[in-house]
């Protein structure tokens, strides 16, 4: 893939969404969008997405939730470096479509997602 085709967005490339197992990469526009919001009210620290989007085979192999978001391109686990995960999670209930769709907080992680029937919250 060319690099002026890989790059979604200013901070963000389609191959950082990419399912690890195959490739697939559906990401929605309103989620690089969100996270590129949140990138600016953590000060412009980058943001490392760990999981992107996932087929349904790598979903079910990690034990990934059977409706999940990423699976429709909605979602993003992320680590901003030098915050702890309840900050970043603090710092995205500032944005609008982290604040009414999920927001998961994991030891290492932040689960962010662009849910249409949301908000979603919890600790994991």
Excluded at 64 to 85: K, M
Excluded at 91 to 105: N, S, T, Y
Aim: charged share 25%; aromatic share 8%; proline share 5%.
């Amino acid at each position: 893939m060319s690099a002026e085709r890989d790059q979604l967005s200013p901070h963000f490339r389609r191959s950082e969404f990419a399912c690890p197992c195959c490739g697939y990469e559906v990401t929605q526009r309103r989620l690089v969008d969100a996270l590129e919001k949140l990138r600016e009210k953590c000060g412009g620290w980058p943001i490392n997405i760990t999981s992107g989007c996932r087929c349904q085979r790598w979903n079910e192999r990690i034990g990934g939730v059977l409706a999940s978001q990423h699976v429709r391109g909605r979602a993003a686990d992320i680590i901003v470096q030098g915050l702890e995960p309840v900050e970043v999670a603090a710092i995205a209930e500032l944005v609008a479509e982290f604040r009414h769709g999920g927001i998961g907080i994991y030891d290492t992680f932040v689960h962010l997602d662009v849910r249409p029937h949301g908000p979603a919250r919890w600790e994991g």
